[in-house]
């Protein structure tokens, strides 16, 4: 299993807010280390949507956002579009493992 | 622009060795930290080695360390990842990734990939 634990699937109405959890520990998210938001389209390659916690890459829309509490961080996307219909996995640096770890990722559904 | 392409990939038999290769360009390779990041078949992305600018230190994670040995050449704007002693969990498409972060560690992170080099371990 991931070092890092997001929930598997999450669902919204087009139009909607949705918010994705990552659920880390004390020795990566909990230490206080970044943590980066990325979306992979189906058969594309993983795409940086979220970097140091709450900072988007030019081109990303602001109805991305990322916030980080204790051991756990959120992606919001508001005003759900078909096309944000993706898989979104969280990523941090692990002091024990001494390296990346992601999380497992949460396939995104719009209804 | 940006462009990272990784070769390298193919049909490998259990306790065989590959050489992947990515080919970087539109960017100053020797200022930054290179990675690979692992997708198995309908799984999710593992890191599996970094290599800082410079060449002084290289991380791995458990399960390649002492199979993979991650390298780079700055003169040809390339990174490697020699991979031996495959298993059939080593099968995955392998990404060549940039952080940008100028450090290793706490804020390491990826916003160039390349578009994957797919290695299938099989007998």
């Known amino acids: 299993q991931s070092v890092l634990t997001q929930p598997p699937s999450v669902s919204g109405a087009p139009g909607q807010r949705v918010t994705l959890s990552c659920t880390g520990s004390?020795?990566?998210?909990?230490?206080?280390?970044?943590v980066h938001w990325y979306q992979q389209l189906p058969g594309t390659a993983p795409k940086l949507l979220i970097y140091?916690?709450?900072n988007r890459p030019s081109g990303v829309p602001d109805r991305f956002s990322g916030s980080k509490s204790g051991t756990s961080a959120s992606l919001a996307i508001t005003g759900l579009q078909a096309e944000d219909e993706a898989d979104y996995y969280c990523?941090?640096?692990?002091?024990?493992?001494?390296?990346?770890?992601f999380g497992g990722g949460t396939k995104l559904t719009v209804l | 622009e940006v462009q990272l392409v990784e070769s390298g990939g193919g049909l490998v038999k259990p306790g065989g060795s590959l050489r992947l290769s990515c080919a970087a360009s539109?960017?100053?390779?020797?200022?930054?930290?290179m990675n690979w990041v692992r997708q198995a078949p309908g799984k999710g992305l593992e890191w599996v080695s970094s290599?800082?600018?410079?060449?002084?230190?290289?991380y791995y994670t458990d399960s390649v360390r002492g199979r993979f040995i991650i390298s780079r050449d700055n003169a040809k704007n390339s990174l490697y990842l020699q991979m031996n002693s495959l298993r059939a969990e080593d099968t995955a498409v392998y990404y060549c990734?940039?952080?940008?972060?100028?450090?290793?560690?706490?804020?390491?992170?990826?916003?160039?990939w390349g578009q994957g080099t797919l290695v299938t371990v099989s007998s």
């Open positions: 990734a940039r952080d940008p972060s100028g450090s290793y560690g706490q804020t390491s992170y990826f916003d160039y």
């Open positions: 539109g960017f100053t390779f020797s200022s930054y930290n």
């Open positions: 290599i800082r600018s410079s060449s002084s230190h290289m």
């Open positions: 004390s020795s990566n998210i909990g230490t206080g280390y970044d």
């Open positions: 140091g916690d709450n």
């Open positions: 990523q941090s640096y692990d002091s024990s493992l001494i390296g990346s770890v």
